[in-house]
């Protein structure tokens, strides 16, 4: 098993692009999620899904879409990037019983010009 | 407001020197408590899951324990491949599996 796969591991993006942060697993996991990590921050949760077709907001869903079309995938857009959203982006899964462990991805290093 | 504090924030230890690291938690109600180690580069590694309260897990040389308050996670005898960033995370009541992360303790084990 892979785990959790995150695509691309790097990324600069100029002030007003968009684009769309990959993210698969393999383990059949329910939940899905998108963090993000920034210095002397926590990490903080973006979006989250409990299966396809259901996505909900986090603590910091500005400026992020999120989708849930099967069971494996979870994308997260960025539709108009802005110097704040640089920052490092994990992807997590886990199974939808309450207070599992999540599973993360490698991250993606995202730096917004 | 729920949070969740980690202490220190920095630890250096000489190989074979035991020491904790502190995760201390005001919740409005605990499901689980997460410890990751995360290396440079990389993405959160999932270490232990606590429930309740006197709840205790050990892996190699790293002990987590619980309490209402806080948690710790013990390691002995050190390696210089223990040094990594020790993340705490909670899981709270009503909460599904949204995790709310401490800022994590960085600890560098030297020989």
């Known amino acids: 098993n892979a785990g959790v796969t995150q695509t691309p591991k790097f990324q600069v993006l100029k002030t007003g692009q968009s684009m769309t942060l990959q993210c698969a697993q393999d383990?059949?996991?329910?939940?899905m999620s998108w963090y993000r990590q920034d210095p002397g921050m926590g990490l903080r949760l973006i979006h989250y899904?409990?299966?396809?077709?259901?996505?909900d907001q986090g603590e910091v869903p500005n400026g992020y879409n999120v989708s849930r079309s099967t069971t494996e995938d979870f994308p997260l857009r960025l539709l108009s990037a802005a110097p704040s959203q640089t920052s490092v982006y994990f992807c997590?899964?886990?199974?939808?019983?309450?207070?599992?462990?999540?599973?993360f991805g490698q991250g993606t290093r995202l730096t917004v010009v | 407001e729920d949070q969740v504090t980690q202490s220190p924030e920095a630890l250096r230890l000489q190989e074979g020197e035991s020491s904790s690291l502190n995760c201390s938690y005001t919740?409005?109600?605990?499901?689980?408590l997460f410890w990751y180690r995360q290396d440079p580069g990389k993405g959160p590694e999932f270490l232990f899951t606590l429930y309740s309260a006197g709840e205790e897990k050990e892996k190699e040389r790293l002990k987590a324990t619980l309490t209402k308050k806080e948690s710790f996670l013990h390691i002995t005898a050190p390696k210089p491949e223990d040094s990594a960033t020790y993340l705490c995370?909670?899981?709270?009541?009503?909460?599904?599996?949204?995790?709310?992360f401490g800022t994590g303790t960085q600890l560098k084990v030297e020989l």
């Open positions: 995370a909670v899981a709270l009541t009503g909460g599904g599996n949204k995790l709310t």
């Open positions: 899904s409990v299966g396809a077709g259901i996505t």
């Open positions: 997590a899964s886990s199974y939808s019983a309450s207070a599992k462990p999540a599973f």
């Open positions: 383990m059949n996991h329910e939940y």
């Open positions: 919740v409005s109600g605990l499901r689980g």
